[in-house]
């Protein structure tokens, strides 16, 4: 049964509220992190709130919580809800404030814990692979608001998920301000061109993905060659193999850009072993393993 964590309050799905005039909804000021539970347990814990304490941090939001007593919350929320797969949705927002900006009239952070079912992509796209297009709208410019910021302001990635969706495509890639790929709406991508898995640089302006860092772990243990750089649109077109990454779709090929076809139009063999690799690594191993 999927529960609801809030301030040290455990409630079920349908009581679970924040206010109104909390600045998490009136203005997205907030930020928050996806993470799995892979038997019983949640995968890469530590990374994951690392990644969320440094996403507070930037935006001098103070989580009212350290560390520790945060992933002693996140780890009793999921023995609650007993599940051995599924997703967390970890959440804290500036809290209630007035009708005006000001983050200092907002004193009472909420720290929200969701445990909830995952919604996968059908088994179709991972065995056939997804379609995507380049969104006209761009990620967000590391002037403006930097990717690296896991925030609740996500309206530019819904806005090139609309255009993707309108499109009959599952997923858009974005581009960055210097028009180099930069990741896709909830996901960083991948290609493989000669045998050599490619993935935009972190100063493309890109989330720095847990699945992602796993990847590139998997990827040097089986020796397969990694470059992490600018790549630009020609590269996606001109490349053997696609695929994307993320907690929640894990390792999901692509097969067709802008119409066109990647590779010859059907996941690729170094995509298939990465995602058998990833596979077997989050369902066997225990969790907050790792490789090095
Ligand atoms: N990029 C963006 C914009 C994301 O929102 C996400 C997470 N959903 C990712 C990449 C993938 O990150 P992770 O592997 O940590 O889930």
Request: hydrophobic letters at 40%; one cysteine or more; charged letters at 25%.
């Given at each position: 049964m999927s529960k609801v964590w809030i301030n040290g309050q455990l409630f079920d799905k349908s009581e679970a509220k924040v206010s109104v005039f909390d600045h998490g909804l009136l203005y997205g000021d907030g930020v928050f992190e996806g993470i799995r539970i892979y038997n019983g347990k949640p995968f890469r814990l530590r990374e994951h709130i690392d990644r969320l304490f440094d996403s507070a941090r930037h935006i001098l939001l103070?989580?009212?919580?350290n560390r520790e007593q945060l992933t002693q919350a996140v780890l009793d929320t999921v023995q609650v809800d007993a599940q051995q797969e599924g997703y967390i949705r970890l959440v804290v927002t500036r809290g209630p404030g007035t009708l005006g900006l000001d983050p200092n009239k907002c004193t009472n952070p909420q720290v929200i814990i969701i445990v909830d079912d995952i919604t996968l992509y059908p088994a179709e796209f991972y065995e056939k692979g997804l379609r995507v297009l380049t969104a006209s709208v761009i990620r967000n410019h590391p002037n403006a608001l930097n990717p690296r910021i896991k925030s609740l302001n996500y309206l530019n990635n819904i806005l090139a998920r609309i255009e993707a969706d309108r499109a009959g495509c599952q997923e858009a890639i974005m581009l960055n301000h210097n028009g180099e790929v930069a990741e896709c709406t909830a996901d960083n991508i991948f290609l493989v061109k000669h045998g050599v898995l490619r993935t935009p640089h972190l100063a493309a302006g890109i989330l720095e993905g847990v699945t992602r860092n796993l990847i590139l772990e998997l990827a040097r243990q089986a020796k397969i060659p990694v470059q992490e750089m600018a790549l630009t649109r020609h590269d996606v077109l001109s490349a053997d193999e696609c695929f994307l990454t993320g907690t929640a779709a894990e390792v999901a090929p692509i097969v067709e850009c802008d119409g066109r076809p990647i590779g010859n139009g059907k996941p690729g063999p170094i995509t298939r072993q990465l995602r058998e690799r990833y596979q077997q690594f989050v369902r066997q191993t225990p969790a907050n393993a790792s490789l090095v």
């Amino acid at each position: 049964m999927s529960k609801v964590w809030i301030n040290g309050q455990l409630f079920d799905k349908s009581e679970a509220k924040v206010s109104v005039f909390d600045h998490g909804l009136l203005y997205g000021d907030g930020v928050f992190e996806g993470i799995r539970i892979y038997n019983g347990k949640p995968f890469r814990l530590r990374e994951h709130i690392d990644r969320l304490f440094d996403s507070a941090r930037h935006i001098l939001l103070e989580i009212p919580l350290n560390r520790e007593q945060l992933t002693q919350a996140v780890l009793d929320t999921v023995q609650v809800d007993a599940q051995q797969e599924g997703y967390i949705r970890l959440v804290v927002t500036r809290g209630p404030g007035t009708l005006g900006l000001d983050p200092n009239k907002c004193t009472n952070p909420q720290v929200i814990i969701i445990v909830d079912d995952i919604t996968l992509y059908p088994a179709e796209f991972y065995e056939k692979g997804l379609r995507v297009l380049t969104a006209s709208v761009i990620r967000n410019h590391p002037n403006a608001l930097n990717p690296r910021i896991k925030s609740l302001n996500y309206l530019n990635n819904i806005l090139a998920r609309i255009e993707a969706d309108r499109a009959g495509c599952q997923e858009a890639i974005m581009l960055n301000h210097n028009g180099e790929v930069a990741e896709c709406t909830a996901d960083n991508i991948f290609l493989v061109k000669h045998g050599v898995l490619r993935t935009p640089h972190l100063a493309a302006g890109i989330l720095e993905g847990v699945t992602r860092n796993l990847i590139l772990e998997l990827a040097r243990q089986a020796k397969i060659p990694v470059q992490e750089m600018a790549l630009t649109r020609h590269d996606v077109l001109s490349a053997d193999e696609c695929f994307l990454t993320g907690t929640a779709a894990e390792v999901a090929p692509i097969v067709e850009c802008d119409g066109r076809p990647i590779g010859n139009g059907k996941p690729g063999p170094i995509t298939r072993q990465l995602r058998e690799r990833y596979q077997q690594f989050v369902r066997q191993t225990p969790a907050n393993a790792s490789l090095v």
